[in-house]
């Protein structure tokens, strides 16, 4: 399953704190070269020390497709290749759907999907170039299974599921892979300020208040080991045939195994009337 290790050169966005810090720490301790993004590249490198031929912090709106192409134009530049891309960077709104603003539904698909999206256009031609290379785009649990009040996440994550499934047909062909990775509830900063966003206009009959609090009262309590889970990434990196999904979580894999199981069931409840729609 895994091919014969060696140093890569990472590309990483979302990478100030959390998940994407934690895996940032872990590379540069087992040798590999890292370019690491965030949107405050001071606060970032302050977390870091000890790495600099290995190590380059870029400031990136992942918003901005030049910015975008900036960082892996500056990242080749510097390590003289790129081997592995992880989309990392994301937030989510709480609110209902009728709640969210126009403006706050569109920014939360910016920098959750068409964010990754532009770090896949601009790292692309050098993967294919390389014909070796894999993207890790980090969607969710809820990227398989949607829950009241997080509409918007929900959209970003079951897009990026997708996305990748497409991408992977795409590009394996030419050497690259592609996996999508569905993490459960692991001790990070997301449930806190800052990756948690509430909408500015409230609706009472939604509870979506409700639905923020239960969140913020989960933030240090969650399950998963954020060391363990970044040890997997950097193994899936190392795989010979990397899988396109890849789930992260005993709670992840319950979730969408539960999910699974009640479409099954809807979808068999519902057989005679799907069958019934062909010509005669």
């Known amino acids: 399953m895994e091919s014969e290790k060696k140093t890569k050169t990472w590309f990483i966005t979302g990478a100030s704190k959390g998940m994407g810090l934690a895996l940032v720490k872990l590379l ?152 999508v990775v569905l993490p459960g509830s692991f001790r990070t900063q997301f449930l806190e300020d800052g990756s948690l966003t509430y909408v500015k206009t409230p609706i009472a009959e939604y509870g979506s208040e409700k639905t923020l609090d239960g969140m913020s009262k989960r933030a240090g309590t969650q399950p998963g080991d954020p060391d363990k889970l970044v040890a997997q990434l950097v193994r899936l990196a190392d795989y010979q045939t990397p899988p396109v999904h890849l789930i992260l979580g005993p709670d992840s894999y319950r979730m969408i195994m539960e999910k699974r199981d009640r479409d099954l069931a809807e979808f068999e409840a519902y057989k005679e009337t799907t069958m019934s729609t062909n010509l005669d």
Do not use: C, W
């Not at 302050?46 to 912090?57: K, S, V, W």
């Not at 892996?72 to 709640?99: C, H, K, M, P, W």
């Not at 569109?106 to 601009?122: C, E, K, P, S, W």
């Open 28 to 179: 540069l301790a087992k040798g590999h070269a890292v370019a690491a993004t965030s949107r405050n590249k001071q606060a970032m490198s302050r977390q870091i020390h000890g790495y600099t031929e290995t190590f380059l912090p870029l400031e990136m709106d992942l918003t901005a497709e030049e910015s975008v192409q900036n960082a892996i134009q500056q990242t080749v530049e510097t390590f003289g290749r790129l081997d592995v891309v992880v989309n990392n960077a994301g937030f989510a709104y709480v609110g209902s759907l009728e709640e969210m603003t126009d403006q706050e539904f569109r920014y939360a698909l910016d920098v959750n999907l068409f964010g990754t999206v532009n770090v896949i256009r601009a790292a692309m031609p050098y993967l294919r170039q390389q014909r070796s290379g894999h993207i890790i785009n980090i969607a969710s649990a809820g990227g398989y299974v949607a829950v009241a009040n997080l509409g918007s996440y929900a959209a970003s994550k079951f897009a990026m599921v997708g996305l990748t499934e497409s991408l992977a047909a795409e590009i394996k062909p030419l050497g690259v892979y592609a996996t």
